[in-house]
């Protein structure tokens, strides 16, 4: 797919689950503790699971007990796009996938050495491969 950007949400829905769409296209979030991948530690790779860019490694992940996967940094300059969010009366940073504009979460300044960061992120918006 050359450009993710141009797809219409009616292309998205067909693409994509309904929750995934939900998540990601609707900027919408998982209930904590039900996706698939918050208590994954295997070693491996965290990609979109709209376009298959890769975006975390296991190496950044770490238990943060909210629920959601979450990172300490993304896999490589360049692959998350931040956005401020100011929804549900607060002001948060939201992450989305640089290649499909894909809402994967949050990132917030409250996590472990070494970047002090936590990317609090959606299961339904990544999909694991193993190393």
């Not at 238990?63 to 993304?74: K, Y």
Request: a negative charge; hydrophobic letters at 35%.
């Amino acid at each position: 797919m050359a450009d993710w950007r141009a797809l219409s949400e009616d292309e998205w829905r067909r693409r994509l689950a309904p929750e995934q769409f939900h998540v990601m296209r609707e900027q919408g979030t998982e209930r904590a503790f039900t996706g698939a991948l918050w208590n994954n530690h295997e070693t491996g790779t965290f990609r979109c699971s709209a376009c298959d860019l890769e975006l975390f490694s296991s190496a950044d992940k770490f238990e943060s007990g909210t629920g959601w996967p979450s990172f300490t940094r993304p896999i490589a300059a360049g692959r998350i796009e931040e956005r401020r969010d100011e929804s549900l009366g607060m002001v948060r940073v939201e992450v989305h996938c640089q290649r499909c504009g894909g809402h994967q979460g949050h990132v917030f300044d409250d996590g472990p050495a070494p970047t002090g960061m936590r990317y609090c992120i959606n299961s339904v918006s990544l999909r694991f491969v193993a190393a």
